[in-house]
Each structure stands twice: as C-alpha cells, then as structure tokens.
C-alpha cells in the first residue's frame, strides 16, 4: 500500500533541509547495495529524528535497531556535550557497515554500538534514558517498551518506528506476526493513562510518546 502520495513526499523532501555528505553515504549505499533498503529511515524521517533530538537535547539515547545506522547519526546531532546514544542489532553485518558510518562521524565519540539481542543487552546498561528509539522486530515492541518505561525519565520521550506497517494494520482482520505485533503495540500504547501520545503520518507511521 502507498501510505504517503509520491509528490507529496517529492515536495517535502525539496523544502526540507538538505542531507549532509555522511548521511547521503549510507543513503546511496543502503538503497542501492543492501538487500533491505526499504528499512532505512531516509531523508524525511531522519531530520525529524534530528530535530526531535536537537529539541530535547538529550544526555542519553537508546536506539533499538541500528541497521545501516542512518538514524543513528540523526539522533546523536542533538546529544549534550557528555551524551551518549547506545544503538544495538542483532546482525553483526549491519552492526560493522553501521560502525564503519559511525567512524566517519564528528559524533563517533558518542556513539556505543552493540550487537546482540536487544532485551539482553538493554538489561545490561545502566542508564536514565532521555530519548528511546524503538525500530527493530515488531512483535517485541511491547516487551521493549516495557523494559525500557521504568527507566526513562519523566518527560522522556519513546519514538516508535513502523506503526502503520506498510498499512497492513489496516486490515480487517490483522494477518502476519510483524502486522499483529504492531497492531497489538499500538492499542497498548493507545490504552494507556501514564503517557501522552501521537501518531505521526511520516513515512510508515511514527509514534511519538511522553512519559508523563
């Protein structure tokens, strides 16, 4: 399903900030090397991640799914001077293509890659969490939530990738595990009284979320 009109998106990349040299790197080799280039953020939904992150000016970031690590550099552009982003993937491919990125980047000292199962890893950082981006396996979106809720500061905001997959969560009824998990996440997050919450309509859905 086309979610958002293909000159509509045209016209908003043409009048939004241009990428830097680095994130048009990942870019060019995510869309024209990888196997999965429809996962990357892009353009659009990276400088909203940027100006999300410039706005908070958050001394910690956990990302949950680093893929070629394209939303990884938008995030770190907004950190304190003694901020940290840890961003974590199970695919050791990507973990080291992402790294490499990370290399490059003035922000390179701030950022902390780690491969491995998320939950696993997540337990194992000791951290106050001001800004978390969730964008990883979709049926686990609750249980990351969750995890990670207790420890985010107050006003600390969770972005949600992915929340309209591909539209598929518009069906009647919901089929797929990815579509159900997000389904299910989304009335989860929806049902709750500790958060504000809305759902932007960028890209495949973002979910922006305020612990209260």
């Given at each position: 399903m086309e979610l958002i009109n293909k000159l509509v998106q045209q016209y908003a990349e043409l009048h939004t900030s241009s990428e830097d040299p680095l994130l048009r790197e990942v870019s060019i080799f995510t869309n024209t090397q990888h196997a999965d280039p429809q996962m990357l953020s892009g353009h659009l939904q990276g400088k909203v991640l940027e100006m999300i992150s410039y706005m908070l000016r958050p001394r910690r970031?956990?990302?949950i799914g680093t893929f070629t690590g394209y939303s990884a550099l938008c995030l770190a552009k907004?950190?304190?001077?003694?901020?940290?982003?840890?961003?974590i993937d199970i695919r050791e491919a990507d973990v080291q293509l992402a790294k490499s990125y990370f290399e490059k980047s003035e922000n390179s000292h701030k950022i902390i890659s780690h491969c491995?199962?998320?939950i696993?890893?997540?337990e194992t950082l000791d951290e106050e969490w001001d800004?978390?981006?969730i964008d990883a396996d979709k049926?686990?979106?609750i249980d990351y939530f969750n995890l990670v809720f207790p420890r985010l500061r107050k006003n600390g905001i969770i972005l949600a990738d992915n929340v309209f997959f591909h539209g598929q969560v518009l069906d009647?009824?919901?089929s797929g595990k990815s579509a159900k998990g997000i389904d299910a996440?989304?009335?989860f997050v929806n049902d709750r009284n500790d958060i504000e919450k809305v759902m932007l309509t960028i890209r495949d859905g973002l979910y922006l979320i305020r612990k209260l």
């Amino acid at each position: 399903m086309e979610l958002i009109n293909k000159l509509v998106q045209q016209y908003a990349e043409l009048h939004t900030s241009s990428e830097d040299p680095l994130l048009r790197e990942v870019s060019i080799f995510t869309n024209t090397q990888h196997a999965d280039p429809q996962m990357l953020s892009g353009h659009l939904q990276g400088k909203v991640l940027e100006m999300i992150s410039y706005m908070l000016r958050p001394r910690r970031i956990l990302e949950i799914g680093t893929f070629t690590g394209y939303s990884a550099l938008c995030l770190a552009k907004g950190l304190t001077t003694d901020g940290l982003l840890h961003t974590i993937d199970i695919r050791e491919a990507d973990v080291q293509l992402a790294k490499s990125y990370f290399e490059k980047s003035e922000n390179s000292h701030k950022i902390i890659s780690h491969c491995g199962n998320a939950i696993s890893v997540i337990e194992t950082l000791d951290e106050e969490w001001d800004l978390v981006f969730i964008d990883a396996d979709k049926p686990a979106y609750i249980d990351y939530f969750n995890l990670v809720f207790p420890r985010l500061r107050k006003n600390g905001i969770i972005l949600a990738d992915n929340v309209f997959f591909h539209g598929q969560v518009l069906d009647n009824p919901v089929s797929g595990k990815s579509a159900k998990g997000i389904d299910a996440f989304n009335k989860f997050v929806n049902d709750r009284n500790d958060i504000e919450k809305v759902m932007l309509t960028i890209r495949d859905g973002l979910y922006l979320i305020r612990k209260l």
